[in-house]
DNA sequence: GATGAATGAGAATTCATTCAT
DNA sequence: AATGAATGAATTCTCATTCAT
């Protein structure tokens, strides 16, 4: 943790500003691109010097992971705290789906970003792998919970997991006009039943 | 198009040096990353000299368009092939997703660097919408010619898309340890069929 | 002396906490190079805070000089202390030896940074000039309390200066390995001997 | 040699400009010292822009090394070409010290910064003590053929060599007022005709 | 047409110094 | 007096693009 260079802020005025520059970095980042993102950028934008930043992180690269995990963080909570024992399945589902796409608004136009980075820089593929194993897998105990059970749940789980995402996506940015959104989630919510009962029987 | 300062080259020698160029540096870029790889290092790879390639191109930027546009003609016309009617519609998709395996694996790594441009460049946006349109529309039109109609093929047929598209990053990156890229194909046969099913009925 | 910022400390603790930035300080720049001690350094090694550090002193540069100046003091008074008039003059030269190489000690690698800073700091040029000065000067009166006396005296005491010098500097830091320091040593107190004999017929 | 980054210039044109860069930024760091002189002041005063410094160099420590070799050669070459043997060993000592003043000339101040590089830095550090073995044993050779043989003789070598050296820097920078610089010069070569004739008897 | 040396604007990072607390 | 967080000018180095040959 320690590194000789940077150091954790104590005070309250410190770790907001602290937050401030992850915050402020992280969205600009994700609207701007990573690389386009200029330190200086985050540090006008967050309404504090350059300096400042090298005292709190150790590069931009140390920025943007931070902001990784604080949004990770913002996404995993409250989608977790919807996973209950539910009798009624198919709202429980449609509840999680409004859930995800809440969460997946404040990663915006980072999904891209990080996904993209996940191929070259090891740390955020790191996070990013194991967001989605950890969601994954509490996908897989909740459902075991729900008596669902079956030898590939987590392919079933995973292949869940990409479909509520590029829902999200849809409707979050709407690319295709053709397409629309509320019929997108009946039919996924459709689908993830029919995923799951057909290891009912 | 002419711009008074790219110029098309006529002469086959200079042909076959733009198309090394842009399949060099397209594959360069989806390696290592747009902004990771330099216009030096495309020049090398495709030996050529730095210069030569502004006398094709206008900038980097025009290099990843181009190898853009010629992958995803590589990407769709051997996959629009294969969609002809079918007596079993099980092997067919069986069949479709095998295509797009071979289709995706030319791309590697670039999808995801692609899909990160997107956000930012209009221009990669507008041809990767264009990609998804045209890809979804045909797989509608063979839906439809197999006898599948309904209101919201669309949307399923776009779910299909991004269903199999998530099947092909699994099989060609195996990111995940923990699941089975054969059995995630099987449901991911199975679930396309339930989709088109339901509205079989 | 007063500039209207720096101040001088009046306080016991003051004066220790001054003076201590100066050695830790110095004895730092030493170390590390001049440039390569940064202010955070030297605050850290003098458990002071870095702002303290400029109510005792203008600038970094102001600490070096205020270390040259106790240095040069702490070097000097024990060497002058030994130029007393003795019967065996090679016994004398033998322990002004050794006493500069003690205090050379205490200067450790600042002599070569203090060399090079001498030619852009017209300060700390001044200061060395003046130690030298001073050395010689004190060297020439001693001899001719020895009863040696010649017009070249001052030339004959600076090259048994610079002489005993080089002799310091590999006896501190044994630069080279084919160099038997005592021998070094032996020679070095022959010579001297030699020179100033020479204006003894 | 090769790192893939800098290149070795193979036109005229690219090798003097090469060679401008090392002789105008080694000038300028010994003028101004290493850390005042930036690699924007070495472009602008080789005339060149500060890219190009980096195809040719990996950093400024780089360029320093590049001169430190290039004036290495420039004062050993017509050192070592004086030491033939010579009927008149005084008179031969006498054009040796002349021909060291004017190969320091070419130095200049770099010799102190240069030492107190040595202290921090290993490259220059191998460098300056490489350069003063094989002068101190080309000396000792040297002398072997003047037929002067004696165990110690490296020890009163590399005692020579500084005393030399100091008498070069007093005649070059004239430091101290009080020194008449051809009385030193003269009493050096006493002093060390005294140094080797001591082993003579 | 082709080359690759050269350019220079722009980005990340450091650190002496200041200043609010 | 003392702190140490904050500043921002200054510096090194990169690389897309140009241009002399």
Redesign the interface.
């Known amino acids: 943790m320690e590194n000789g260079k940077t150091r954790e802020p104590q005070q309250k005025r410190s770790i907001e500003k602290k937050n401030k520059i992850i915050e402020t970095g992280f969205t600009l980042m994700c609207e ?2 990573y ?2 993102t200029t330190t200086a950028d985050i540090a006008k934008a967050a309404g504090v010097s350059t300096g400042i930043i090298y005292s709190y992180f150790q590069d931009k690269h140390d920025i943007f992971i931070a902001g990784l995990r604080l949004f990770g963080d913002k996404l995993l909570t409250p989608m977790f705290a919807t996973l209950t024992p539910s009798v009624d399945f198919r709202e429980a589902l449609s509840h999680i789906i409004d859930i995800l796409i809440e969460g997946h608004k404040v990663f915006g ?1 980072a999904h ?2 990080i ?6 820089d090891p740390e955020v593929s790191a996070f990013i ?1 194991e967001l ?2 950890v969601t ?1 897998k509490r996908l897989v105990s909740f459902l075991n919970e729900e008596g669902i059970v079956c ?2 749940l ?3 789980a ?2 869940i997991y ?2 509520v995402e ?2 999200c996506h ?1 409707i979050i940015f709407h ?2 006009e ?3 959104a509320h ?2 989630k009946d ?2 919510i ?2 993830v039943l ?2 799951l009962q ?1 290891k009912e029987k």
């Open positions: 701007k691109g690389q386009k136009n891209k970003e996904e993209a980075l996940t191929m070259t792998l989605e194993d994954t030898d590939d987590l392919e079933r995973h292949i990409n479909m590029s829902l849809e690319n295709h053709y397409l629309d019929r997108m039919i996924v459709e689908t029919a995923i057909v």
